[in-house]
């Protein structure tokens, strides 16, 4: 496996955990916004018996349900972009080794030596 193929292979497994991550975190929200409706509900009767002494508590920990999903969805954006961002960097990879397979360099992945390219005019040198 030559170099080239390495880093494909790399940036394919930062994707993949990039993307699992991803899912971690909607999983999360998922719950928390299950975790919110069901509190909303407790909230709402323990108001409709007239007891807003017993409804404190369940709009504390409501208000920071609310506070961590916030902090949940900030999260899934960022890994949202990341996981763009590694895709479109894998993207480029696959796209230059197809170039190079199709010979537009050398075959093995290695990097042609300076000294076996053509010279190189050198500016502002007459000769």
């Known amino acids: 496996m030559n170099i080239l193929e390495n880093r494909i292979t790399l940036h ?10 991803l899912a971690e975190l909607e999983s999360l929200a998922q719950r ?9 509900a407790e909230i709402e009767e323990a108001v409709a018996v007239s007891n807003p002494a017993s409804a404190q508590p369940l709009l504390e920990r409501h208000a920071k349900l609310a506070r961590s999903l ?9 890994a949202g972009d990341a996981l763009a961002a590694a895709k479109r960097d894998l993207k480029q990879l ?3 080794a197809a170039r190079r397979a199709d010979g537009a360099g050398p075959s093995d992945g290695r990097r042609v030596p300076r000294s076996s ?11």
């Open 70 to 78: 916030a902090t949940i969805e900030g999260q899934i954006a960022a």
């Open 117 to 127: 390219r053509a010279p190189r005019a050198v500016p502002g040198r007459g000769g």
């Open 94 to 96: 696959e796209v230059g």
């Open 32 to 40: 928390l916004r299950a975790d919110v409706s069901r509190l909303r």
């Open 12 to 21: 394919r497994r930062h994707c993949e955990e990039r993307q699992r991550y």
